[in-house]
């Protein structure tokens, strides 16, 4: 059974510093791009960053870039993809998703979504 879990949101700060997790198990995706998305209330979702298989292409979006940071961790039965943010913003207030797709561009699973919420 496929499962990605996110976790490390909460409430911070505006300036402060969060690292989202994202434990992927159930198949082998180690070979498995990584993203993550965010939504905002009222919102669509919208791209944050993303990762290759191999860790060697890295994209951020242009209002991340910067102070953003992911990163993966892969093992043969379990991805970890983290996401470190740093000086956060109350408008990066939103749900994070995580991704993971054979491609960089089109993710074929998705975890349930963590609460990132900055106080100005």
């Known amino acids: 059974q496929v499962q990605l879990v996110e976790s490390g949101g909460g409430l911070v700060q505006a300036g402060g510093s969060l690292r989202l997790s994202c434990a992927a198990s159930?198949?082998?995706?180690?070979?498995?791009?990584a993203s993550w998305y965010r939504q905002a209330p009222g919102k669509e979702r919208e791209f944050v960053a993303r990762?290759?298989?191999?860790?060697?292409?890295?994209?951020?979006a242009d209002s991340v870039k910067g102070r953003f940071t992911i990163s993966r961790d892969n093992a043969k039965n379990a991805v970890t993809v983290y996401l470190q943010m740093n000086s956060l913003k109350p408008e990066d207030t939103a749900v994070y998703y995580c991704?993971?797709?054979?491609?960089?561009?089109?993710?074929?699973?998705w975890g349930q979504g963590t609460q990132v919420t900055v106080s100005s």
């Open positions: 159930g198949r082998t995706f180690s070979t498995y791009a």
């Open positions: 991704g993971l797709g054979f491609t960089m561009t089109t993710m074929d699973y």
């Open positions: 990762i290759s298989w191999s860790g060697g292409r890295i994209d951020y």
